[in-house]
């Protein structure tokens, strides 16, 4: 296993010690699964004043980083290792940092990351040499040294063996969108202060039941940007579209013949979808994930696909033949990426690849040796 190494240019290395020399960062990088390079910025100034930054052309508050001092510490530091590594630049004009973009992190076997002070870098370092610019959310900090340390933490959490053997990143909260429920331990009770009763019985279906309830009312309360769209049958968020054309969530049982006929009309073999049951067992597994295009109250077009937490898949799509060619099944097959983006799902994919298909190659969906379609989210 090659381990994941960061080189950190800063200009206050120092910061770093501490934070990444405790717990389970600290154990990643004595067993050498992460290794940590920490460079100082400094040292690569050439003037007889060491200076890394200078006045802002054009005027301005605050000091500017130069170009040259952080190619020159790149360079140096680019030559202690291969590969070259992804260049992160730390920056409140960045992309915010979300699970989505640890993962990909998580990819490259060796990340440098730079972290500015003052009014922030040379804009042609970044042009020319920094691969992807990352911000820890909206909110000023002194410099970007703390958002490298959330970075490294966050990014390492992903490397094979560094959470140990049970834990695994994947199967956690933030990959199916749903906040956690909350724990207790012993004592049952403290200053009369009890723990809830369902978890002190065996029963495990109901504590189950019970948990999962807490993680929906929590992320309603907390977070309702992680929720798919809900909406109440009639008063229905929609994209009002050309000609009228709306899409919506499919309402179970009220669209189930308007279905059951599209899918007819597409040529659909019958299958345990088209079981009544089936689909509601799907709605309540992932609500959102079945969208269906309406002009003047009749459905023209469908589009299912379920989430199991590992990935979305589609399962059909269906255009009244009347209605092709109108751009509508790539609105309701963009409707539901958005929303499986919305909790937590990092791919959908659909099988087989039907003609009916093929459209999916022009929404940036590629071909998997010819037997699905599959984009990453
Ligand atoms: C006056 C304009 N300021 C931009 C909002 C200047 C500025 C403030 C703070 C420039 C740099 C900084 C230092 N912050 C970081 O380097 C930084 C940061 C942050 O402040 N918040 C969230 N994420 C990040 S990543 C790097």
Request: charged content about 25%.
């Amino acid at each position: 296993m090659t381990p994941l190494r960061f080189d950190v240019l800063t200009l206050f290395p120092g910061a770093f010690t501490g934070p990444l020399d405790v717990s389970m960062i600290r154990r990643a990088r004595e067993s050498g699964l992460v290794e940590i390079a920490l460079h100082d910025i400094r040292e690569h100034a050439t003037d007889r004043h060491r200076s890394v930054d200078d006045y802002p052309f054009g005027g301005g508050q605050g000091m500017v980083m130069r170009v040259d001092v952080l190619d020159a510490a790149l360079g140096h530091v680019r030559t202690l290792a291969e590969p070259p590594g992804h260049v992160v630049y730390l920056t409140p004009q960045g992309e915010p940092l979300t699970d989505r973009v640890v993962r990909q992190l998580a990819h490259h076997p060796r990340l440098i990351l730079v972290c500015g002070r003052y009014e922030g870098v040379d804009e042609r370092f970044i042009e020319q040499r920094v691969d992807r610019e990352i911000s820890i959310g909206d909110y000023v900090l002194t410099g970007g040294e703390l958002p490298a340390m959330v970075l490294i933490d966050a990014v390492s959490r992903h490397v094979p063996g560094v959470l140990g053997d049970e834990a695994s990143p994947a199967d956690e909260s933030f990959a199916d969108g749903l906040l956690e429920h909350p724990q207790y331990t012993r004592p049952a009770e403290y200053h009369g202060w009890k723990v809830p009763e369902v978890l002190l019985g065996g029963d495990h279906a109901s504590i189950e039941r019970w948990r999962q309830e807490q993680r929906v009312e929590r992320t309603r309360a907390r977070r309702p940007d992680r929720l798919p769209p809900q909406e109440s049958a009639g008063q229905d968020r929609h994209k009002v579209g050309i000609n009228g054309v709306r899409v919506r969530s499919l309402n179970y049982p009220a669209d189930v013949p308007a279905l059951a006929q599209l899918w007819r009309a597409a040529g659909y073999e019958p299958g345990p979808l088209d079981e009544p049951r089936r689909l509601a067992a799907l709605l309540d597994h992932a609500p959102g994930l079945a969208v269906v295009a309406e002009q003047a109250g009749q459905v023209i077009a469908a589009a299912v696909a379920g989430f199991d937490g590992l990935q979305a898949d589609l399962y059909r799509v269906a255009v009244d033949p009347a209605n092709r060619r109108r751009g509508i099944g790539s609105a309701l097959v963009s409707t539901i990426e958005d929303r499986a983006r919305q909790i937590g799902c990092q791919r959908i994919a659909a099988a087989p690849v039907t003609a009916e298909m093929m459209f999916l190659g022009s929404l940036g969906w590629r071909e998997w040796r010819g037997l699905a379609y599959v984009r990453d989210l």
